[in-house]
């Protein structure tokens, strides 16, 4: 069974430093992974994908996220956090089975980017 | 355009009855899924509906709960005789196709009492 690890629950940064929001998968092979953010009171919003291709991977909000494949990681990465970007992150796998693409959830990453 | 929206925003339901949940997925958008977020916990898989394809099914916790999709428009998801352990955001989400990205609905709150 896939399963994605998330293996901080709260990172915290200052603003203006670097920020990583670590994330592992389990499915051997070629996996598709996403990650999303969640501000409060709000649905999940789509940052960025890997399904295939340049191993870093840039999306929304000026966030990337690096696929490694030795590692089975795909850790999401900002150059200079914002307070703005304190929110709950999750990252997640697909497994496309049946015609459908059925997301595996970590349990989700707070982020607190502080002055 | 518009988003895929679901309603109501909250429900609040006494333990034993039905509530049935909508989702208006994004003009279009072929695919459409359920899932469950649990306080603290990620989100869970509960179903997926493809285009005219039979429903893969296989994330619903029990068969108190069941969901039914009109076309590629509007779906609900029927929990019956709920328990509190129901109790959490129920997250709807459309996609263009399979192999894209997935656009998630506000949710809808569900609290049993």
């Known amino acids: 069974a896939q399963s994605v690890a998330q293996p901080e629950d709260q990172v915290n940064v200052a603003e203006g430093n670097p920020l990583t929001v670590k994330c592992t998968y389990s499915?051997?092979?070629?996996?598709?992974l996403f990650w999303y953010v969640q501000y409060p009171n709000r649905g999940l919003q789509f940052l960025l994908k890997y399904i295939t291709g340049d191993n870093l991977v840039k999306g929304s909000y000026g966030f990337e996220a690096e696929f490694n494949k030795s590692q089975t990681s795909f850790h999401l990465k900002k150059p200079s956090a914002l307070v703005s970007d304190s929110a709950l992150y999750f990252c997640a796998e697909g497994a496309f089975t049946g015609g459908g693409n059925k997301l595996t959830f970590g349990t989700g990453t707070q982020l607190k980017v502080e002055l | 355009g518009a988003g895929v929206s679901q309603s109501p925003s909250n429900k609040v339901t006494e333990k034993g009855k039905d509530v049935e949940l909508r989702c208006d997925p994004i003009?279009?958008?072929?695919?459409l899924y359920w899932y469950r977020q649990r306080l603290g916990q990620g989100l869970e898989f509960l179903i997926y509906f493809q285009g005219n394809s039979a429903p893969d099914k296989s994330g619903l916790p029990s068969d108190r709960f069941s969901a039914e999709r009109t076309g590629e428009s509007v779906s609900t998801l029927t929990i019956q005789r709920t328990q509190q352990e129901d109790s959490a955001v129920y997250l709807c989400?459309?996609?263009?196709?399979?192999?894209?990205?997935?656009?998630f609905g506000p949710g809808t709150r569900l609290t049993v009492l």
């Open positions: 003009s279009g958008h072929t695919a």
């Open positions: 499915v051997s092979g070629n996996p598709y």
């Open positions: 989400a459309s996609s263009l196709a399979i192999r894209v990205e997935q656009f």
